[in-house]
Each structure stands twice: as C-alpha cells, then as structure tokens.
C-alpha cells in the first residue's frame, strides 16, 4: 500500500488531453513539500518528468505539465503521441516516523 | 554526466541476506552535495524508497524496511567510488528491481537512476 495514492490506469486518444492525481496527506503533499513526477517507459529506469511541483527539466516536452494543491498534485500531459504510453510515479517527502521519501503506485497510461 | 550502475547477485536465497553494489561515475561518492539512495520495484507494482547515506554516514531508512536494512559507502576505498545496499532476512516478498540513484537532498527529487538489477529471491 503506497503512501501516495494514484489511479491504477488512465488512457487517452491521441492528440487528447489526461490528468494523473496523486492523493496525499497533511504529513506529506499537504505539509508543503514538494512533488515530483517520473515517467518509465517499459523496460527502463524511471526518469525525472517534473520537479518541484511544475517545473520541467531541460529535454522535456512543455505537453507535459504539474501542479498542486492541498494535499493533492495532478500530472497533465496534453497533445496525446503514441510515445507516451508509459507508467508515471508521483514522490514526495514524509514528515512522519522520522521523515521519509514516499512514492505513488504509479499510474499505467494508454494511448488508444 | 553523473551515472550509475547497480552490481550483485540476481538470486537470493530465502532467509539470507540481499547485497548490491552502485558504482557511481561523474561525480566523486566523497561530495556532500549528494545523497546515494536505493530505491526498488517488485514485478508489475510501484516504487518503493529504501533509504539513502550521505558520504560521511548519515544514513535514513524506510520505517518499513529499518530493522532489515544498512547502507553503506566504502571509505576505505573511495577509488572505487561506490555505496552499497544490505537487505537481510530476504523473502520472496523482496523480489524486484532494485535502482541506485542519487538527490541534492532527502526530501528532493532522484535523478539520474541506475538502468536496475532484477533480484529474485528463491530457493
């Protein structure tokens, strides 16, 4: 059971636009830390997509887009491609127990 | 460019004690401007972080996984420039992909990431 909580599955057609919430507490998201979001395509390590809540590292598509919210953050991808099929992780940091890093259970994403 | 690359066994046995090794390039493991983390996937399932060192030993772990777990670096050979991950009592439970990667700080993003080992654990 993840600490972060994403939906299992989302899908889209291509040139569509999808969202990925990622569901938090007031000890994590809601405590002001900031949320990341990674893309894995299949086989392959998760990379950084979006850090710092929204913003994108260099090399990075601006269809792709972060924010937050309370105790919640939401990955928006929009102008759907086919090379977007891939699975999305949301983290953030835990200040409970000592402070830990938490992830999402990542979300499988499928461009119809 | 900072990279890195996981090192170990691909089977463990039951009971018996999981243990890898990241060798980092592009960066020294002796800098304090980075964390060296562990961080693993089990088949079809999220990620899951298992902890991280700073060079001079400050070591956090996951609340989940602390009594099983130690992270260390290599001090006595920095030349190798490597960290290393235990994991003891292994069950299948602890079957997956286990990452090596890299933070500016505990609570910040991991980036770059190892390619990845896949461990099994099984008789």
């Known amino acids: 059971q993840s600490v972060l909580t994403q939906p299992p599955s989302v899908s889209g057609a291509p040139g569509q636009r999808v969202t990925i919430s990622c569901t938090g507490s007031r000890s994590n998201i809601g405590a002001n830390y900031d949320v990341y979001w990674y893309q894995q395509l299949p086989g392959a390590a998760p990379k950084l997509l979006i850090y710092?809540?929204?913003k994108r590292p260099s090399g990075v598509p601006d269809r792709f887009s972060g924010s937050k919210s309370g105790t919640s953050a939401s990955l928006a991808i929009t102008g759907l491609q086919a090379e977007d099929e891939a699975d999305y992780h949301c983290q953030s940091y835990d200040n409970s127990v000592g402070g830990y890093v938490v992830f999402g259970g990542g979300t499988k994403l499928t461009v119809l | 460019q900072l990279q890195l690359q996981e090192s170990g066994p691909g089977l463990v046995t039951p009971s018996q004690t999981l243990s890898l090794t990241c060798t980092v390039s592009?960066?020294?493991?002796?800098?304090?401007?980075?964390?060296w983390g562990w961080i693993r996937q089990p088949p079809g399932k999220g990620l899951e972080w298992i902890g991280n060192?700073?060079?001079?030993?400050?070591?956090?772990?996951?609340p989940s996984l602390k009594s099983r777990v130690a992270i260390s670096v290599d001090r006595s050979d920095t030349s190798k420039n490597q960290f290393s991950l235990k994991l003891n009592s292994v069950t299948a439970a602890d079957t997956g992909v286990y990452y090596c990667?890299?933070?500016?700080?505990?609570?910040?993003?991991?980036?770059?990431w190892g390619q990845g080992t896949l461990v099994t654990v099984s008789s």
């Open positions: 990667a890299v933070s500016p700080s505990s609570d910040r993003d991991w980036r770059p």
């Open positions: 592009g960066a020294s493991i002796t800098s304090l401007d980075y964390y």
């Open positions: 710092g809540n929204n």
């Open positions: 060192i700073l060079y001079f030993g400050a070591t956090s772990y996951n």
